[in-house]
């Protein structure tokens, strides 16, 4: 029988960003979804973040885009883990990069 991993050991997670959306990286972070810390996506796309084993992590916009919303999904956290940035062509996300690229001044 499994049982779902209840470990808290300490990790640092290094995060890669597959970022399929027409915004830069350095618009996302990763997020603890237990301790709320976050850490920015450096150039190559990639993010470190301390964190434990039983912890969620999620991307999320920075904070300086806090008029957009955009909803990553959590994923468990691992030392090694990629999350995508994906933005498809729904009205929703549409919206939503259309609020991102005006908050970056790219009408």
């Known amino acids: ?12 997670a290094e995060v890669r960003l597959k970022n ?3 915004v830069p990286d350095s618009s996302f972070v990763v997020q603890d979804t237990k301790t709320r810390r976050t850490a920015r ?14 912890h969620n992590l999620v991307l999320q916009l ?5 008029a957009v ?10 030392a090694q883990m990629v999350l995508t940035a994906a933005c498809d062509s729904s009205e ?13 001044g790219d009408n």
């Open 1 to 12: 029988m499994n049982f779902p991993n209840t470990s808290s050991d300490p990790i640092i």
């Open 20 to 22: 399929n959306c027409s």
């Open 41 to 54: 996506f450096s150039g190559g796309g990639v993010a470190r973040l301390e964190s434990k084993t039983n």
């Open 62 to 66: 920075s904070g300086h885009f806090d």
């Open 69 to 78: 919303e955009f909803n990553g999904t959590p994923q468990r956290a691992k």
């Open 92 to 104: 929703k996300a549409a919206e939503t990069l259309r609020s991102l690229r005006k908050a970056l």
